[in-house]
């Protein structure tokens, strides 16, 4: 997991950095590049709104920032970057 020590003052200037990681059994490949669309889920039928991931990234996006996620068997790193000015 990165953190702000690994990161040049240069950038911390310019974006905050926010890294999210679980210790789960990773996002499948067949699915990696449908997790941001609205109400997709891996959840039964009823359980949930299946806007969360959506949403956030949406609203990440409005906000000129960056989502990006890597994931393994071991789990995934997400990391969001929002600009500061």
């Given amino acids: 997991m990165r953190s702000s020590k690994n990161i040049p003052d240069t950038e911390l ?4 950095i926010s ?3 679980d210790n789960s059994s990773g996002i499948s490949a067949s699915i990696k ?3 941001f669309q609205p ?3 891996t959840k039964p039928t ?6 969360g991931l959506s949403l956030s990234y949406d ?4 906000h000129c920032g960056t989502t990006q996620f890597e994931s393994t068997q071991e789990g995934t790193l997400f990391t969001i970057a929002l600009p500061l000015s």
């Fill in 13 to 16: 200037r310019k974006e905050h």
């Fill in 19 to 21: 890294i999210i990681q």
């Fill in 33 to 35: 590049e449908k997790i």
């Fill in 39 to 41: 109400f997709f889920t």
């Fill in 46 to 51: 009823g359980s949930g709104t299946r806007l």
């Fill in 59 to 62: 609203i990440i996006k409005a």
